[in-house]
Structure formats: structure tokens, C-alpha cells
């Protein structure tokens, strides 16, 4: 009986690796060359920092509707769009303003580096003796 649990559960987590994870992530790599993945997180970052200049209650209802969602909801959020998701968590510690602005936009800026769009190596042709 737990054997067969067993493989049935394996069975449907190699299913779903193989029709999920493995086509999602072949994606990513095409929207970091193309600059799709840096312009998309360009323009979240910067209604995020809009919001913490215009209305920082903004960033707060945010992150009350993103805490609202069901729990697997959240993960999935949570994973597409960690230093967003971990940039709300930030502003809503008790640390002090300042620290919480620097930390957020420091954060902002390593995840648009990590995405900036890079030109690929030539390759390197083989020489033959």
C-alpha cells in the first residue's frame, strides 16, 4: 500500500516536471537575452519607488491583498517575483525609514544588474593540428 502511494506520488511529481517546470524554465532564458525580464522588473520597481514617494499606504495595501491571497497563491507570487515580494516584506519591518528605503532600492538595483540583458560570448572555434 505505501508503495504504491509512494509511486503514485512520484509518478505525479514527474508529471508535473515535465509539464511544467521544464517548459517554464526553458522560457527564462529567452526573456533575460531579450531584456524583457530587466524591462518588466524596471517597471515594477518603479511603481514600487513611485509609491514609496507618493504613497507609501499604497506599498501597505499591497502587501495586506498579497498576505489575503490562499496560501499556494502566495507561494507562487512569492517565487516569481521574490525581490519584490521580500522589498514589501522589508518596508513593512520595524526598522527605521532610512534603512528600510536603502535596503529596498539596493535591492531594486542588484535585481535589474541581475537581469540586465549581456551580449553573449563569440565562441570559440576549435583549432585544428
Do not use: H
Amino acid at each position: 500500500m505505501a508503495a504504491t502511494l509512494g509511486n503514485a506520488i512520484g509518478g505525479g511529481i514527474d508529471l508535473l516536471v515535465r509539464t511544467v517546470v521544464i517548459p517554464a524554465t526553458s522560457v527564462v532564458p529567452i526573456l533575460v537575452r531579450t531584456g524583457l525580464l530587466f524591462a518588466g522588473f524596471a517597471l515594477l520597481w518603479l511603481a514600487c519607488i513611485a509609491a514609496l514617494v507618493v504613497d507609501p499606504a499604497a506599498l501597505d495595501a499591497v502587501w495586506r491583498s498579497l498576505t489575503s491571497l490562499p496560501l499556494l497563491l502566495q507561494a507562487v507570487v512569492w517565487l516569481l517575483f521574490l525581490p519584490l515580494t521580500a522589498g514589501l516584506w522589508i518596508w513593512q519591518t520595524d526598522w527605521p525609514a532610512i534603512v528600510r528605503v536603502v535596503l529596498i532600492i539596493s535591492l531594486a538595483a542588484w535585481n535589474l544588474l541581475v537581469f540586465l540583458p549581456r551580449r553573449e560570448p563569440a565562441a570559440v572555434a576549435a583549432v585544428d593540428r
